[in-house]
């Protein structure tokens, strides 16, 4: 269902936006859906949000116990930028 939302801002910023909006064949309105849905989902990641390729490998590879798998990286890191 769709709310009415109103929204105050610079008369530039809303002349700018709806040059963008006709550019791009798109709606003020869901422009800013789309903002406000790429900002809320950047907090909370949902596994919907997950790429189907990344759900299907997490948990693929079993560590020994007591590796730290960041200090491997770190020291991979140092000796790949020190040569």
Not at 29 to 37: A, K
Not at 58 to 63: M, Q
Request: hydrophobic share 30%.
């Amino acid at each position: 269902m769709n709310t009415k939302l109103t929204l105050r801002l610079d008369k530039k910023t809303i002349e700018r936006a709806k040059k963008y909006a006709r550019k791009n064949k798109k709606s003020l309105s869901v422009m800013v859906e789309n903002y406000f849905n790429l900002i809320s989902e950047r907090d909370v990641p949902s596994e919907d949000s997950i790429s189907p390729n990344v759900l299907e490998l997490s948990g693929i590879i079993s560590l020994q116990e007591g590796i730290n798998i960041k200090e491997i990286y770190g020291k991979h890191i140092e000796e790949k930028y020190s040569r």
